[in-house]
């Protein structure tokens, strides 16, 4: 959750943790019930909810932060998954306070 920028592909994950990719892939998804990549998508989906609620970096700089290639790719996940766009759950969605105080920034960092 620390390093979501980090690269969490299988081929990563697995060398990680000292396991094949295959078998690493199939006892992850029997522990966790879903694909690794599945599981990562959503991970980086919702640390960019929290962002998008609690700051006001720009959409490119939150998806760098959050692992995503682009604002493109982030943007197409996002979709795929809360069928609404960054900009719109922002609009939305954002605390009034966002990015305001430094008692924020720490409670959201405390989140990740």
Same mark, same amino acid.
């Given at each position: 959750?620390?390093?979501? $920028? =980090? $690269?969490? +592909?299988?081929?990563?994950?697995?060398?990680?943790? #000292?396991? !094949? &990719?295959?078998?690493?892939?199939?006892?992850? !998804?029997?522990?966790?019930?879903?694909?690794? #990549?599945?599981?990562?998508? &959503?991970?980086?989906?919702?640390?960019?909810?929290? @962002? %998008?609620?609690?700051? *006001? &970096?720009?959409? &490119?700089?939150?998806?760098?932060?959050?692992?995503? /290639? +682009?604002? $493109?790719?982030?943007?197409? !996940?996002?979709?795929? %998954?809360?069928? +609404? *766009?960054?900009?719109?759950?922002?609009?939305?969605?954002?605390?009034?306070? =966002?990015?305001? +105080?430094?008692? $924020? /920034?720490?409670?959201? @960092?405390?989140?990740?």
């Amino acid at each position: 959750m620390d390093h979501l $920028d =980090a $690269d969490l +592909s299988i081929p990563a994950l697995a060398a990680r943790v #000292a396991m !094949s &990719e295959r078998n690493f892939q199939r006892v992850f !998804s029997r522990e966790i019930g879903k694909s690794p #990549a599945h599981y990562v998508e &959503e991970v980086r989906i919702e640390a960019v909810r929290r @962002k %998008l609620e609690r700051s *006001t &970096e720009s959409i &490119e700089e939150i998806a760098c932060a959050c692992g995503f /290639k +682009s604002a $493109d790719v982030m943007g197409r !996940s996002f979709h795929r %998954l809360l069928d +609404s *766009t960054p900009l719109e759950y922002r609009s939305r969605f954002r605390s009034s306070g =966002a990015g305001s +105080s430094s008692s $924020d /920034k720490g409670r959201a @960092k405390g989140m990740a």
